[in-house]
């Protein structure tokens, strides 16, 4: 066959009977297999168990693995499938609706791409996403987010809570950036939480 050919091996051909590999050389393509399945599953650096993302009981640590997956995820989805911003908006991350859908898609490749998983999970996969993007653009359109600019999701006041402050709309320069400030904080808030947290059970116990 012309041209480049997939899954070369670097090293050089060992004697030995025809069709039989070295360790070495099963060692690197049992190695390439793996990344590229990670690559087509849309992994990202998460590795860890399939399991569903309850977003508000992270830990910092926690939470930092998480970020980084799904960031990977979203860039992956985003050029795959060529989504506009009024379905994934640069600053997805400062909506947690957004996030919560996401993370949810993410998690949901992972299972039906998972080795051993049915035939039939993919197609499962891209009908669910079918309805996910109509829920993302509904988001999106009510959050005001968009290519160029950003503001927090509008909330809506009930009956005797305070007036909710009006969202100031910024200019987004520097999406790598931003994304990289949000989870700083984010990891931040986290840690000082649970700091709290500790302490009042030490109060509590009169520690």
Same mark, same amino acid.
């Given at each position: 066959?012309?041209?480049?050919?997939?899954?070369?091996?670097?090293?050089?051909?060992?004697?030995?009977?025809?069709?039989?590999?070295?360790?070495?050389?099963?060692?690197?393509?049992?190695?390439?297999?793996?990344?590229?399945?990670?690559?087509?599953?849309?992994?990202?650096?998460?590795?860890?168990?399939?399991?569903?993302?309850?977003?508000?009981?992270?830990? $910092? @640590?926690? +939470?930092? *693995? /998480?970020? #980084?997956?799904?960031?990977?995820?979203? !860039?992956?989805?985003?050029?795959?499938?060529?989504?506009?911003?009024?379905?994934?908006?640069?600053?997805?991350?400062?909506?947690?609706?957004?996030?919560?859908?996401?993370?949810?898609?993410?998690?949901?490749?992972?299972?039906?791409?998972?080795?051993?998983?049915?035939?039939?999970?993919?197609?499962?996969?891209? $009908? @669910?996403? +079918?309805? *996910? /993007?109509? #829920?993302?653009?509904?988001?999106?359109? !009510?959050?005001?987010?968009?290519?160029?600019?950003?503001?927090?999701?509008?909330?809506?006041?009930?009956?005797?809570?305070?007036?909710?402050?009006?969202?100031?709309?910024?200019?987004?320069?520097?999406?790598?950036?931003?994304?990289?400030?949000?989870?700083?904080?984010?990891?931040?808030?986290?840690?000082?939480?649970?700091?709290? +947290?500790?302490?009042?059970?030490?109060?509590?116990?009169?520690?």
């Amino acid at each position: 066959m012309d041209g480049e050919v997939p899954w070369q091996f670097d090293s050089e051909p060992v004697d030995g009977p025809a069709g039989a590999f070295s360790d070495g050389q099963l060692a690197v393509f049992e190695s390439e297999l793996t990344d590229g399945l990670d690559h087509l599953r849309g992994l990202g650096d998460w590795d860890g168990p399939v399991e569903p993302v309850e977003w508000r009981t992270l830990t $910092a @640590d926690q +939470a930092e *693995a /998480r970020w #980084r997956a799904l960031d990977e995820f979203v !860039t992956w989805l985003r050029t795959t499938y060529g989504l506009p911003p009024t379905v994934v908006p640069p600053l997805w991350h400062r909506h947690p609706e957004l996030v919560e859908e996401l993370s949810a898609l993410h998690t949901h490749r992972l299972a039906c791409y998972e080795l051993g998983s049915s035939g039939s999970g993919p197609l499962a996969w891209h $009908a @669910d996403f +079918a309805d *996910a /993007r109509e #829920r993302l653009r509904e988001w999106v359109a !009510t959050s005001g987010t968009r290519l160029d600019r950003d503001r927090p999701t509008r909330a809506t006041s009930w009956p005797g809570e305070p007036a909710v402050a009006p969202a100031e709309e910024k200019s987004i320069t520097d999406r790598q950036a931003d994304f990289a400030a949000f989870v700083a904080a984010d990891l931040d808030s986290r840690r000082i939480t649970r700091a709290g +947290a500790a302490h009042t059970g030490e109060k509590r116990r009169g520690v």
